[in-house]
Every structure is written in C-alpha cells, then in structure tokens.
C-alpha cells in the first residue's frame, strides 16, 4: 500500500537551532515529491518540488533533498517565523491524467524565541 | 501570487440544512480538487475535476457533489449536513494535473 510517513509529529526548536525534518515514502512510479507549508487557520502554501533522487532545492533557512526512499527538509537557524505545519506529498502514477497525490500528516514545527 | 479564494471561512449550521461551500479563482487553471482535512490528519481528495463539465470523486468517498460550469468557479454542496461532516474544507487548483497545488485558506464547517 502507498504510504507517506512524516517524522517527527512534533518538533520544538529554540530560535537559532538547525534541524531537520523526514518524509519516507513507498510509492511506485515516484512522479515528484512536494513540500508546502501549513500556517493555523489557512491552506498549504507550496515551497518545493523535487524529482529525482539526488536533486536539492533551497529557499531562505528551507533545504529539501531527495532519495529513493526518503526527502528531508532542513532548517537552518530557525525563525520564530518558521513555526508552522510542513507537510509532504508524493505524486505517483503512470502519467497523463492517472496522477495521484498522496499527503503526508504533518510535522508541526515551533520555534522558540 | 496565488488568487485562490474560499467562503465562507467559518461555518456552523444544524443538522438537515443544505450548503455550499464557494471555491473561486483567478489563474485561469483548469485542474481544481477539493480535499478535506481534520486536525492532525492528512489531506484527503473528496472531488476533483479536470476542466468545465469534468467532475469526478476522489480517493475519500464524500456525501457531497460538485459542479464546474466555470472554469474559475468550483463549488461544493452537501444536500443535508451532518455532524460527521465536520471537518475544514481546502479547495485548490494547479496549471498541470497534480502539480504544485495553490490552495485557499479553507472553511472550516460545523455542523450541530
């Protein structure tokens, strides 16, 4: 069965403090992995898309990597700021319009001043 | 920028009564979803559709139907709501099928 794991469910930095987040997956015919930002109250907001094993994206203190099993999201020096729900989602499927996206359940992150 | 627009944002209503929930937006996208999301848990597809005139269920199964007569406009209806159906509706919409998604803030319904 397709699975999308999300480690920790919660995770408490102090202000400064670099850390990381996992998202391990079991998909066949991985199509892309994404990662959005989840803030109280609002929908997801898109950070990144990666595609193949290997592959890194970056934006401001957020790195996302990718391998065959797993990606990882890094936090540089946290923010306050960066306090928010980071979920992962894996997209699978033979192509066209059989694309399926499957959602992780989260890691809540909070960052303390 | 995302233009990707929900209401209402909050919703309480009895049980028996008929809604919709308005899902609008600007791009000019033609692939929109609607998931369902209860805290702590993750996203769930209820509807999803193509282009004007294409509806079709997602994985979840839902109670309620929807309709795409626009392509900016995607609305969503539950006939007579119940408490079960509590829950936060996200609705979003992207340039390719699945692809980086642009959601709204959601409304989050509760029904008594």
């Known amino acids: 069965e397709d699975q999308v794991t999300q480690s920790p469910e919660a995770l408490r930095l102090q202000e400064g403090e670099s850390s990381s987040l996992n998202c391990s997956y079991t998909v066949s015919g991985l199509r892309g992995l994404f990662w959005y930002r989840q803030d109280p109250g609002k929908g997801p907001e898109f950070l990144f898309t990666l595609y193949s094993a290997g592959e890194e994206k970056e934006k401001e203190r957020l790195k996302a990597t990718l391998t065959k099993k797993e990606s990882f999201l890094h936090i540089t020096a946290p923010k306050p700021e960066d306090s928010a729900t980071y979920l992962c989602?894996?997209?699978?499927?033979?192509?066209?319009?059989?694309?399926?996206?499957?959602f992780g359940k989260g890691t809540l992150l909070t960052v303390n001043p | 920028e995302a233009d990707i627009y929900q209401t209402p944002r909050y919703l309480v209503i009895g049980t028996g009564k008929k809604i919709t929930l308005e899902c609008s937006q600007t791009m000019g996208h033609d692939k929109m979803y609607w998931y369902q999301q209860d805290p702590g848990m993750e996203l769930h597809l209820i509807h999803y559709?193509?282009?004007?005139?294409?509806?079709e269920k997602g994985d979840l199964s839902s109670e309620s139907t929807v309709s795409r007569i626009r392509t900016e406009h995607f609305p969503l209806t539950l006939e007579s709501a119940r408490p079960s159906h509590t829950s936060q509706y996200l609705c979003?919409?992207?340039?390719?099928?699945?692809?980086?998604?642009?959601f709204g803030s959601g409304t989050q319904l509760s029904v008594l």
């Open positions: 559709s193509y282009g004007v005139n294409s509806t």
């Open positions: 989602a894996v997209r699978q499927g033979p192509g066209g319009s059989n694309y399926k996206l499957t």
């Open positions: 979003a919409s992207s340039r390719q099928n699945n692809e980086k998604l642009f």
